[in-house]
């Protein structure tokens, strides 16, 4: 049976896998399409996607104890900081190959070390790092799902996100991993 430390790693690739296929399917749209209001929490695919990419980045400069300090921290007052999806989905790889890099890092003990989170509303949070994790994956799950809805609008067919964790998966999974230059731990 998997550890919760390996469900985790293995989460944080599956993060990554499917910010790049909504990401890439996205890239089909035109500038306009993108920014267009949709129905759903936030008003439109870019600033859904924007909001993925805001929270990642702040996360995890708390996990990494940067905080207030992070430049990431400027970055996130910024409601939409990517006008482009290009810009957006270089920014979000990098923030996915950090999160996988910080996971590949951890030690099972790491899951239960508390770490302070800034939510810039003045109350000092204080989370252990795998229930920070386990909020994170879901909080993406939730707004790619949103997103995902928001392209069924759309002529772009919406990508299947939903297939990495099975063994009938690894084929096409690995070979979309790699070309993303992340490897599964399996």
Request: net charge negative; charged share 25%; aromatic share 6%.
């Amino acid at each position: 049976m998997p550890s919760l430390l390996q469900h985790v790693r293995q989460m944080a690739r599956n993060n990554a896998w499917s910010n790049a296929r909504l990401l890439a399917a996205c890239a089909r749209l035109d500038p306009a399409e993108l920014a267009a209001p949709r129905v759903s929490f936030f008003p439109s695919l870019l600033a859904t996607l924007n909001h993925i990419l805001t929270v990642d980045r702040n996360y995890l400069a708390d996990l990494q104890g940067s905080g207030r300090q992070s430049p990431d921290r400027l970055f996130a007052k910024r409601e939409e900081p990517f006008a482009r999806l290009a810009d957006l989905a270089d920014a979000q790889a990098r923030a996915d190959h950090a999160l996988i890099a910080f996971c590949d890092g951890l030690g099972e003990a790491a899951l239960d070390r508390i770490v302070a989170i800034d939510r810039q509303d003045g109350i000092d949070y204080r989370e252990a790092i795998g229930d920070i994790l386990a909020h994170l994956f879901v909080h993406q799950i939730h707004h790619r799902g949103q997103a995902h809805a928001m392209l069924s609008g759309t002529a772009v067919a919406p990508p299947q996100l939903d297939e990495f964790f099975l063994a009938a998966d690894a084929p096409q999974r690995n070979a979309e991993l790699r070309a993303l230059g992340v490897t599964d731990r399996r």
